[in-house]
């Protein structure tokens, strides 16, 4: 019966790779709202902009001529703060990309060493019932 040596490892290792798979997962998913979120904030403060020059064609209150444009300039400082969280976001995700190559790598690793192992294992087996089959034929001979 083979047993393989480091197959507890190998099974720590199995495990790293599904936790780091999730956190990548949740990190992705994470990114995708932050975009979502920038993509938004662009969206409203493109509206706001083509609805301040609509009313700057009209005789208005310019008081909300200015309510306008402080409203988009707060959008703008949103918009930078919110890249600023995709960039984040997207470095994070490099970083746990990059980990779960690692960690899949020495996962691989080990599954070819245990290859390895396990096929030398059966070279041994198969050469001791040939050494085996060998004696049996020899001593059946002698006997005769």
């Given at each position: 019966?083979?047993?393989?040596?480091?197959?507890?490892?190998?099974?720590?290792?199995?495990?790293?790779?599904?936790?780091?798979?999730?956190?990548?997962?949740?990190?992705?998913?994470?990114?995708?709202d932050?975009?979502?979120?920038?993509?938004?904030?662009?969206?409203?403060?493109?509206?706001?902009?083509?609805?301040?020059?609509?009313?700057?064609?009209?005789?208005?209150?310019?008081?909300?001529?200015?309510?306008?444009?402080?409203?988009?300039?707060?959008?703008?400082?949103?918009?930078?703060?919110?890249?600023?969280?995709?960039?984040?976001?997207?470095?994070?995700?490099?970083?746990q990309?990059?980990?779960?190559?690692?960690?899949?790598?020495?996962?691989?690793?080990?599954?070819?060493?245990k290859?390895?192992?396990?096929?030398?294992?059966?070279?041994?087996?198969?050469?001791?019932?040939?050494?085996l089959?060998?004696?049996?034929?020899?001593?059946?001979?002698?006997?005769?």
């Amino acid at each position: 019966m083979y047993r393989f040596k480091l197959e507890p490892l190998l099974k720590h290792r199995r495990h790293l790779e599904n936790v780091s798979k999730k956190e990548l997962a949740n990190s992705e998913r994470q990114l995708a709202d932050e975009r979502a979120k920038l993509r938004r904030l662009k969206e409203k403060k493109h509206y706001s902009t083509q609805e301040m020059q609509a009313i700057q064609n009209r005789p208005i209150n310019v008081s909300l001529i200015i309510l306008s444009v402080n409203y988009i300039r707060q959008l703008s400082k949103r918009i930078e703060k919110q890249a600023t969280c995709v960039h984040e976001a997207t470095r994070k995700v490099n970083q746990q990309r990059a980990e779960l190559l690692k960690i899949t790598k020495n996962r691989k690793t080990l599954e070819k060493l245990k290859e390895k192992d396990q096929k030398a294992h059966q070279q041994k087996m198969l050469q001791n019932e040939c050494k085996l089959m060998d004696e049996a034929a020899f001593t059946r001979y002698r006997n005769r």
